[in-house]
């Protein structure tokens, strides 16, 4: 049944990024198109994955969703910034905040690499009707990448509810954080993608909103 769920959560991916194509005036937010790739990418391996079965391919195109997640995903700490300055926080418009920005990207990037994907060992996992590959062990050390990534984003979403009264990205965040609980009570691997799926919507959401003010209004510097 979840291999139907994540091929729907594909389409949904590649309709979201439509939009965000038709919608988005290009600004530098426009870094989360890469961030929904990398999503379009992982959903459709869990989707397609029993049509290849156990094997070699399937085993190589599993570690290309580790590659890209770890690559990838810490974009969201840049895209985090790129909101504010689009949003004319002045805090963000200083060269040295860009700086500070650029580093933890970097550095959640290459976290991830030490933690994760240097000692990586697949091993297959069928459950729920997906044939996949994921880690043989434990990460060996704390999800420093993600917590990177989440503080930024909430960062953000915090700031702009606060000078902007947006509330949609810290929607996105909290709905992901309770969400989460549903894992437990519902049997099956999709819903950390369904939380997934919210949490892009409202940061395209996000994206489209402040690329077109930055566009349309003077730089208000508070």
Same mark, same amino acid.
């Given at each position: 049944m979840d291999q139907y769920i994540f091929g729907f959560f594909a389409l949904a991916y590649v309709a979201l990024l439509i939009w965000g194509f038709v919608k988005h005036e290009k600004t530098p937010s426009s870094i989360l198109f890469i961030v929904i790739l990398a999503l379009i990418y992982d959903n459709t391996i869990l989707a397609v994955g029993h049509l290849f079965g156990e094997g070699e391919t399937l085993r190589m195109l599993n570690?290309?969703?580790?590659?890209?997640? #770890? !690559?990838?995903?810490?974009?969201? @700490?840049?895209?985090?910034?790129? /909101?504010?300055?689009?949003?004319? @926080?002045?805090? #963000?418009?200083?060269?040295? /905040?860009?700086y500070v920005f650029s580093?933890?990207? !970097?550095?959640?990037m290459i976290a991830e690499y030490f933690f994760m994907l240097r000692n990586l060992t697949l091993k297959v996992d069928n459950s729920y009707g997906v044939v996949s590959y994921t880690s043989a062990e434990s990460a060996s050390g704390p999800p420093l990448m993600i917590i990177l990534v989440v503080l930024a984003l909430l960062f953000a979403s915090i700031v702009l509810v606060?000078?902007?009264?947006?509330?949609? *990205?810290? @929607?996105?965040?909290? #709905? *992901? #954080?309770?969400g989460s609980a549903l894992s437990l009570l519902i049997k099956s691997n999709a819903i950390p993608n369904a939380l997934e799926l919210i949490l892009s919507f409202t940061l395209m959401l996000t994206a489209i909103h402040f690329s077109k003010s930055s566009k349309r209004e003077p730089h208000r510097f508070y």
């Open positions: 570690y290309g969703r580790f590659l890209l997640h #770890a !690559v990838f995903t810490p974009l969201l @700490i840049l895209f985090s910034l790129f /909101v504010l300055k689009e949003a004319n @926080i002045r805090f #963000a418009q200083k060269p040295w /905040v860009l580093g933890l990207t !970097v550095a959640a606060w000078k902007r009264k947006w509330w949609w *990205m810290l @929607i996105g965040i909290i #709905a *992901m #954080a309770l």
